[in-house]
């Protein structure tokens, strides 16, 4: 049988998941000698109409693998498209040489890029990045036969199995049991949990150490004696103008001023120099 005989047009309707996931199921399955052909005519001739049939093809399969890890807590969309990439890898490394089906090589490839979504988004912490506590974080949610803490023989057991220590099992079994909480508390008003559990209300604010609150009422009480000190030694024609330049709320021009004391503009300028360089010097000595 020949690829461009095969008969049903292989499309994926666009819509809401459920739709998809029927699609996807309804998807008719490739006979080995399609298969075959199909893989070779994508790798001899890069005939990517070929790489879609295989890939519409094996969309069954990335549905069911998905359902698999539905008790992480995740998307199941975002799962099945993260499977579905795996797959398409597993298309374009596949060789038809081989002697074995599609479907038995794509399984890696589709549980690899769900176990990589899963450790990325599960926790914003990340609670395996070895190979070992990898293996251990998919492994460990399916040794659980009852509700509760491994005792210690089951521990014992898991750790056998996987081929790891007792230690990394418990570790794993309370990174497992702990769930990310929010900084600032819950946005929800209606929360049972209070605000008051929140990280932030466990530390201590950078102001509240009563040291630096007297250092700095002190340091602004002795500016403030400074400044006024500073403000005083100024004849009255320049603390007039730099009360009209700088404090008022409506600010005067040089212009405004110059024609007040009869002067120029650039005399006025002058004034209010010396005025803030005198300022400046008295608050620095």
Not at 88 to 94: D, G, L, Q, S
Not at 182 to 192: A, I, K, M, V
Not at 269 to 281: F, T, V
């Amino acid at each position: 049988m020949t690829t461009s005989a095969y008969p049903i047009a292989l499309t994926i309707p666009q819509g809401t998941l459920d739709a998809y996931i029927s699609a996807a199921n309804h998807m008719p399955p490739l006979s080995a000698d399609v298969e075959k052909d199909l893989a070779i005519r994508l790798h001899r001739d890069n005939d990517l109409e070929a790489a879609r049939q295989l890939v519409l093809s094996h969309l069954r399969y990335v549905v069911y693998i998905a359902r698999g890890y539905r008790g992480y807590g995740l998307q199941q969309g975002d799962l099945i498209q993260e499977g579905n990439i795996g797959l398409m890898k597993a298309v374009k490394r596949f060789d038809p040489e081989m002697g074995v089906r599609l479907v038995s090589f794509a399984v890696h490839w589709i549980r690899a890029e769900m176990h990589e979504f899963i450790l990325r988004n599960w926790r914003i912490v990340k609670v395996a990045t070895t190979k070992a506590q990898r293996k251990l974080f998919f492994n460990l949610r399916k040794s659980k036969t009852r509700l509760g803490w491994f005792s210690d023989e089951e521990v014992n057991t898991v750790a056998s199995n996987l081929g790891v220590s007792p230690a990394m099992v418990r570790e794993m079994e309370a990174r497992l049991s702990h769930y990310d909480t929010p900084f600032d508390g819950s946005p929800d008003t209606d929360s049972e949990i209070p605000d008051s559990f929140a990280p932030a209300a466990y530390l201590t604010a950078a102001n509240a150490d009563p040291a630096l609150i007297l250092e700095s009422e002190n340091w602004d009480s002795h500016s403030s004696e400074k400044l006024s000190t500073a403000l005083q030694s100024l004849d009255a024609r320049s603390l007039d103008i730099l009360q009209r330049r700088w404090l008022d709320d409506e600010k005067a021009t040089l212009h405004e001023l110059a024609a007040t004391y009869d002067v120029s503009a650039e005399r006025v300028r002058q004034l209010e120099k010396n005025a803030l360089k005198k300022l400046r010097d008295s608050l620095l000595a």
